[in-house]
Every structure is written in C-alpha cells, then in structure tokens.
C-alpha cells in the first residue's frame, strides 16, 4: 500500500549526494545535508472539535449558582426574622 504523497528518504544517497564520502561522512571543510523535515509523520487530522463552552453546561452550572443564592438568600431572611 503506498501513500499519494510519499515522502522522500530522509537519508542521502552518497552516490548522488555532493559533499559525501562513499561511507557517507562529509570531507573536511563541506558543509552537511540539512535536516530533513517530515511533513508525512502522523495522520492527517480532519476533525477540529470547537472550543468552548456547550450551551447546556453553562446553562446548568448558572442554574445550580442562582439556585444556591436563592437559598443563601432564604436562609437570610430566616435567619433575620
């Protein structure tokens, strides 16, 4: 199975390569091959979940927050009389 897009051998080839000895080290004073990226490591990622918050948790947790204020509130009044 191949991919669409493979990507290339991130190791020179010395034969092909300038700058290469045949054991594949670099002659005094040449630069070395730059690093190769890998643009093909990992899988393609498709789905991007939204961020944030969902509409109904928000509404919950506002819900259980004016819920526990009205009883601190009651509790207040109780607590006065």
């Known amino acids: 199975m191949t991919h669409p897009n493979p990507t290339p ?28 990226s890998m643009p093909g490591a990992g899988p393609q990622e498709t789905h991007n979940p939204t961020t944030g918050w969902a509409k109904a948790p928000l509404a919950l947790i506002l819900l259980v927050v ?16």
Do not use: C, K, Q, Y
Request: aromatic share 2%.
């Open 66 to 81: 004016v819920l526990v204020a009205a009883l601190f509130a009651a509790m207040a009044l109780v607590i006065a009389l």
């Open 9 to 36: 051998n991130p190791d020179p080839d010395p034969d092909r390569t300038p700058g290469l000895d045949a054991g594949g080290g670099v002659p005094p004073g040449e630069t070395p091959p730059a690093e190769s």
